[in-house]
């Protein structure tokens, strides 16, 4: 038998990366990818046999599954969500996707054709919020922030990166447009010392939270010292006097004591980013609003790039117009204006009306109050949410609780049904990238067992359950056609074999805001948000403490009084995902939580010993990392570990009130060694 070439991609994370894949039949060869350690595992990953193989089923949580067929595990699944449609409503039943993202279209069109408004996905705390923020704040254009925030121009002159850490966050990081700090002047603000940070001209150890009062600082800085634009800011703010007003009160020595970081250091950084024009600010997807005040802690980040002139600029911060997208199929225009309204709706209408999805951090009040009987989830992870235990209890009640996935893990475990599902060596998929690669992914081996990809069993429900005729009449590739017409590249002219082809990504003029002006209410930058006043909330970014503080709750930091940050990236996994395999777990095989060596000494800590971290609502174990890379007082916890999941210590009482993020990045702890209770500081 010959040996087969197909061009693919990985997807141990979401960015696609191409790679060749090599085989013999069933068999793989060779994978041949960019040096990534995640792609390591790609091969284990499809052949490990720790993989679920076969559909099962059971009638409750806690009963012994059964093996079943596809078709029979479909059946009941379509079976059970009619009958609880008809008994309470099809709002009674939730549509939820993690990882793989590829799925997400499909999913979405499913909820809204079966009836439901009750579509979530994990961007409930990922970067959904920055979207929002930025929407608010510049208008829909500007939404996709993060996306040109990343794009190398030979123009920039500065780079303030807020918090993002490309050597572990996404490897292969020797391309990664953040790596050439040597030919720009780079500042980096992250609470811990980053590979990054220890190559930047100024980095800003803030305290993790207090982003939005050192954003303030910032603007406190350029204001008193005439570096803003006035030029621009005359003709295009509004509510800026207020804003001025507002940062007065954001001096550097103030600013200081709010977020630890030395006032000539935020005095420096400050004059440095606002006389390189034009200068770029980086973003993080999540990181500066993971926080209980985390969307204006955001806008008051995003904003120093209007005040000093650096909106579509070139080499500056760049709407989204250059972006290759691809056709919405969701329905959502079609079917939303007939359904309910979405989950979370009414704590978080912003969220709804911007994002066009449900806010999932309110799935276990949803289900605890009995408005939902039934989840269908591909990809989903329960260490996803704050207060985990909660939700996972809240799942084990449910009428139905259907999940797909590779391995066996905790949310399967409060299942039941339960898929297989194929990995991206055993599944079809289009990729339409942001700059213009256009891409058929096809199988490159067949898939093991009774395995199929997430597409395939959204179309298998879809059938089930009456509902082929809103899915392209079970043809996936006439799916990919019309998600594509917006490219003017139609699927059969991708080619079969996995190689991508470029298609020029429309190009826009700089300054477009001088012919349009700004999408949003007023037309222009609002830093007295338009939106965000009608709805009740402050109109300026207002700073305020996370809701567990040294500041704001120093009854509670008396016997937690260290500062509780997590969702630092490792470059081994992904979230949750790749804990079970082998080449993985050998570079990492057990949960770290680092510790300045001050709070370390003070608990007897010794470097890689079992500690306890505990906070109000419960107690884990990880392994000490003893590390100047954190300040005195800080932990940096790593998220994703089912057997240390940090988000069981994370409240989930002190939501975003805007956008319904979870407070993962800013909270209180206390750690100890093993078998001994610690006291304050």
Not at 414 to 424: D, H, L, Q, V, W
């Amino acid at each position: 038998m010959l040996s087969r070439k197909t061009y693919s991609s990985c997807y141990m994370c979401a960015f696609d990366c191409p790679i060749t894949v090599e085989s013999i039949g069933a068999q793989i060869i060779h994978i041949d990818h960019p040096g990534c350690v995640r792609a390591t595992a790609l091969r284990e990953q499809r052949e490990t046999d720790k993989r679920l193989l076969h559909p099962q089923v059971r009638g409750r949580a806690n009963d012994a599954w059964r093996t079943v067929t596809w078709t029979e595990a479909v059946s009941q699944t379509a079976r059970r969500l009619l009958d609880i449609r008809d008994k309470h409503g099809p709002e009674a039943v939730v549509f939820a996707v993690g990882y793989t993202k590829e799925v997400r279209p499909y999913l979405q069109r499913l909820a809204y054709a079966f009836g439901t408004p009750n579509y979530i996905a994990e961007d409930s705390c990922c970067y959904a919020s920055c979207a929002i923020a930025a929407t608010l704040t510049f208008g829909p254009q500007y939404s996709h922030f993060l996306g040109p925030s990343r794009v190398d121009s030979a123009e920039t002159r500065c780079r303030l990166v807020w918090s993002n850490n490309p050597k572990e966050s996404r490897p292969p990081d020797d391309w990664h447009v953040l790596n050439n700090v040597s030919r720009l002047t780079t500042i980096v603000v992250d609470p811990r010392r980053t590979a990054l940070a220890r190559r930047a001209a100024i980095h800003l150890m803030l305290r993790p939270g207090t982003d939005g009062a050192l954003a303030l600082g910032f603007a406190n800085v350029i204001f008193s010292e005439g570096l803003e634009d006035k030029a621009f800011l005359k003709d295009h703010a509004l509510g800026l006097e207020a804003y001025k007003q507002y940062v007065r009160e954001f001096t550097p020595q103030r600013t200081g004591e709010i977020t630890s970081v030395e006032p000539d250091k935020i005095v420096a950084a400050a004059r440095l980013y606002a006389t390189s024009h034009p200068a770029q600010i980086t973003i993080s997807p999540k990181a500066t609003t993971h926080h209980s005040n985390g969307l204006q802690n955001h806008r008051a980040v995003i904003l120093l790039s209007a005040i000093c002139g650096n909106l579509d600029v070139i080499g500056g911060n760049r709407p989204s117009y250059d972006r290759l997208k691809e056709k919405n199929v969701s329905l959502y225009d079609e079917k939303m204006p007939t359904l309910g309204a979405p989950m979370g709706n009414a704590k978080f209408p912003l969220f709804i009306e911007h994002y066009r999805e449900g806010q999932a951090m309110c799935l276990a009040d949803y289900i605890e109050s009995g408005q939902v009987k039934a989840v269908f989830s591909i990809g989903m992870s329960i260490t996803m949410w704050p207060n985990s235990k909660r939700l996972e209890k809240a799942l084990q009640s449910l009428e139905c609780f259907a999940v797909s996935d590779f391995f066996p893990n905790v949310t399967r475990g409060a299942a039941t049904i339960s898929f297989p599902a194929a990995t991206s060596l055993e599944r079809q998929s289009i990729i339409i990238g942001d700059r213009g690669r256009l891409q058929y992914r096809p199988a490159a081996v067949p898939p093991r067992g009774e395995v199929k990809g997430d597409t395939e069993l959204v179309f298998d429900l879809a059938q089930a359950l009456g509902l082929s005729d809103s899915f392209w009449g079970g043809d996936i590739h006439a799916s990919f056609d019309e998600r594509l017409q917006t490219t003017g590249v139609g699927f059969h002219d991708l080619p079969e074999d996995g190689k991508s082809i470029d298609v020029a990504a429309p190009l826009s003029a700089d300054h477009s805001y001088r012919r349009h002006g700004f999408s949003t209410p007023s037309g222009k930058v609002e830093f007295t948000s338009t939106l965000l006043e009608k709805a009740g909330f402050d109109a300026l970014p207002i700073y305020r403490e996370p809701q567990w503080s040294p500041v704001s709750t120093p009854d509670i930091a008396k016997d937690y009084p260290l500062v509780l940050t997590s969702g630092g990236r490792t470059r081994n996994y992904t979230h949750s995902q790749g804990r079970l395999l082998a080449k993985l777990k050998a570079r990492e095989p057990d949960p770290r939580v680092q510790i300045n060596p001050v709070d370390a000494a003070a608990r007897a800590i010794e470097e890689g010993e079992w500690i306890e971290i505990s906070s109000p609502i419960g107690t884990i174990e990880m392994r000490a990392w003893v590390t100047d890379d954190v300040a005195p007082g800080v932990v940096q916890a790593v998220h994703g570990w089912e057997t240390a999941n940090i988000n069981e210590l994370v409240p989930d009482t002190g939501l975003d009130p805007i956008s319904g993020f979870p407070p993962f990045g800013s909270g209180l702890c206390q750690i100890s060694r093993k078998g001994t209770q610690a006291t304050g500081a």
